[in-house]
């Protein structure tokens, strides 16, 4: 694997600038939450730390930001940020689905849960027997259903956390979602994946471009990102 470093700081200042200024762009961040009944749910681990630093670079471009984010504790007040606040995966589904048509660019940053208990308890579950069994369903996949819908003069951009053959997993994941590249970060990382103000990414094109990052703050993730956006499709 290549580990490129082609992005300068005072081209991608520039190209950010000229490239995004004016887009619509729908990101998703954090997680979703799956209700079991009123108290509990199915969730994970995500702060929506990564998909708040995109946002925020984006309008910080002069692009209209539409942030679908899931429960977290991060606040955003940027004038071209309209938040678009939800907590189940269907929710989020409807949400990115209904705007993506008129957007220039997806970017689904979200960890989105695959399943969801088939039936919500309207009571909370009392404790009774020594175990216990929850029937899951599948929830609806956004990042290939919006690969649907998208059409050439779109850009989507989808993210892999993976634990094992992270690489193979992840361009299996770009051709099967037609995204047009994937954001993959490994759980093997120190400093990288959920909870952490940093973290380290690697950058999978379609035509087979790789690029590998080391470890970095979100923020200049979120402007790594960017900039091979602009660089391969501006």
Sequence with gaps: MLNLR???????????VDFLKNKKIVISAG????????VRYIGNFSSGKMGYAIAEKCADAG??????????????????IELVKVESAREMYE???SVFPQCDIGIMAAAVADYRPAEMSTKKIKKSE????I?????????QELGRMKTPKQILVGFALETNNELEHAQAKLKRKNADLIVLNSMNDKGAGFRHD????TIILQNGRIFEFGLKNKEEVAQDLLQCISENFG
């Design 6 to 16: 082609i992005f300068s700081p005072e081209l991608s200042i520039i190209l950010k």
């Design 31 to 38: 997680p979703t939450y799956e209700r079991i009944d009123p």
């Design 63 to 80: 692009a209209e930001v539409i942030l679908v984010s899931g429960p977290v504790n991060i606040k955003t007040e940027h004038p071209r």
């Design 95 to 97: 949400a990115c689905t």
């Design 130 to 133: 020594n175990e216990m069994t």
């Design 135 to 143: 029937h899951l369903v599948k929830n609806p996949d956004i990042l």
């Design 198 to 201: 940093t973290n380290k990414i």
